[in-house]
């Protein structure tokens, strides 16, 4: 009997430590989630709701943010060879009547180089007007885009309403 006792005794003892260094696991587990989703949430950069579009002008000199004055404009940027692009630039495309009828300016900017546009450009100017730029362009810069499918909703003020990588998350239920 007194051999049963100290079997359980030393069971019992086992699993508490066992609890223990369950708990620690599981703590430490936790800090360092914390600190990887630190480490690779980038910082939230580019304009933010609320800032006003940038002065621009596009590479070929025929839009600028004056020609956009008094009007919502939603801007798409896009790149060659990026995954997400095609459809995105389908939805734009399929939208294109749906926005214009809203009151809504699509202007649609695609980064290339070596002038290979992907199969993108007849994608883009069935939404509206296109801008093509080699590489980090003017407007991709003053509209402070660092990834692509990128879109930018401006009111008829000028000022950003919404920014998403996704259409239909930009547009918020229009």
Excluded at 5 to 30: C, E, F, H
Excluded at 47 to 56: A, H, S, T
Excluded at 142 to 150: G, K, N, R
């Amino acid at each position: 009997m007194a051999l049963l006792s100290v079997a359980v005794a030393v069971l019992t003892a086992l699993v508490l430590l066992d609890l223990v260094l369950t708990g620690a696991v599981i703590r430490r587990l936790r800090e360092t989630e914390k600190r990887l989703i630190e480490i690779t949430t980038p910082p939230d950069t580019g304009m933010r709701p609320g800032d006003p579009m940038p002065e621009f002008t596009s590479p070929d000199g025929g839009l600028s943010r004056t020609d956009l004055a008094g009007t919502q404009a939603l801007i798409g940027f896009f790149s060659a060879g990026c995954h997400h692009c095609p459809a995105q630039a389908d939805r734009l495309a399929a939208r294109a009547d749906d926005l214009a009828a809203m009151g809504i300016t699509v202007v649609s900017v695609l980064t290339v180089t070596g002038g290979d546009t992907d199969g993108l450009s007849p994608r883009l100017e069935k939404a509206g007007r296109l801008i093509v730029e080699t590489g980090a362009g003017d407007m991709t810069n003053a509209f402070q885009v660092e990834a692509t499918p990128t879109f930018l909703l401006f009111d008829d003020a000028g000022v950003l309403l919404n920014r998403d990588h996704g259409l239909d998350d930009v547009l918020g239920g229009r």
